[in-house]
């Protein structure tokens, strides 16, 4: 628990509404509030935040605020790196929007909600700020003590990922051997583009004609510049594609199904059989 008044006034004057805040607060030394209690702090409704190179979001933040004196004011904003004073990110860098509003039956909680407009091309520059960030929460009682605590909650921002997918021959006959190639790929923000994803499973998946269900048929492991490449037996009509689950820094990715057909084999057995007919027709056979 720590207090940083100063910057919590910024904060508040700069988000929320100005009616929030008591005519004495003041940007000056307090004494840290033990009483206040922060509690169900959850970002994005708990769901990671996966971000390509120019992605556009808006995060909400939500939590609970609890002080036997009164809840005047709450604020909560994202970081990342060792320490807040030692942060490599910070969300939001810009004005965002929010609200507390007072439980009627405690007057002593609020429950409270700001909304974060998050840019991946502004906000992050590097890969470093993929995985784990933390959530800072902060209140001020209507005593007029602040409290502040650097880790009330977390979330999780991702690389965004893509993977393709091509099975070929196509048409082929049944028992032939078909080659499955793709790539993973995800967000590079250091360089601003995509580049491959070296070393990760992805699992090969086959959907039957007329089937909703996937079946995998093996983890293929992705090479230089996030390359895939296997070989698979052609059984019967039906979709290919690759799906990767992704890593704590990276979100997953499916690619969408690449359909085989053996439109080939049961050609050449109508052909068989119409010659057969034929050569029975000839020769007066039955």
């Not at 429950?111 to 902060?138: E, I, P, Q």
Request: charged content about 20%.
């Amino acid at each position: 628990m720590r207090m940083r008044p100063a910057v919590a006034v910024t904060f508040l004057t700069a988000t929320l509404s100005a009616s929030m805040l008591p005519a004495t607060a003041q940007a000056a030394d307090r004494t840290a509030a033990d009483d206040t209690t922060f509690s169900n702090v959850v970002v994005n409704g708990g769901k990671d935040i996966v971000l390509g190179l120019t992605t556009r979001k808006t995060v909400t933040i939500t939590w609970t605020a609890h002080d036997p004196q009164g809840v005047a004011a709450s604020w909560a904003y994202l970081w990342h790196g060792p320490n807040t004073d030692d942060a490599d990110g910070a969300i939001p860098l810009y004005p965002p929007t929010g609200a507390c509003v007072v439980s009627p039956a405690d007057p002593a909680t609020s429950t409270c909600k700001v909304s974060l407009a998050v840019d991946a091309a502004r906000d992050f520059d590097h890969n470093g700020l993929a995985g784990a960030w933390k959530v800072l929460a902060g209140a001020q009682d209507a005593t007029d003590e602040w409290t502040e605590i650097d880790e009330a909650g977390t979330a999780n921002f991702k690389r965004y990922a893509k993977v393709t997918v091509n099975a070929a021959p196509e048409p082929v006959k049944k028992g032939r051997t078909i080659t499955v190639t793709g790539k993973l790929t995800r967000a590079n923000w250091d360089s601003g583009s995509y580049t491959g994803y070296q070393d990760r499973p992805v699992q090969l998946q086959f959907r039957k004609k007329g089937s909703s269900v996937y079946t995998t048929l093996k983890t293929v492991t992705s090479g230089v510049g996030g390359t895939l490449k296997t070989t698979t037996r052609a059984k019967t009509d039906g979709y290919f594609r690759f799906v990767f689950a992704g890593t704590p820094t990276t979100g997953p990715a499916t690619a969408a199904g690449d359909f085989v057909d053996r439109r080939l084999s049961l050609i050449n057995k109508r052909h068989s059989r119409t010659k057969k007919k034929f050569l029975k027709k000839l020769w007066g056979e039955k």
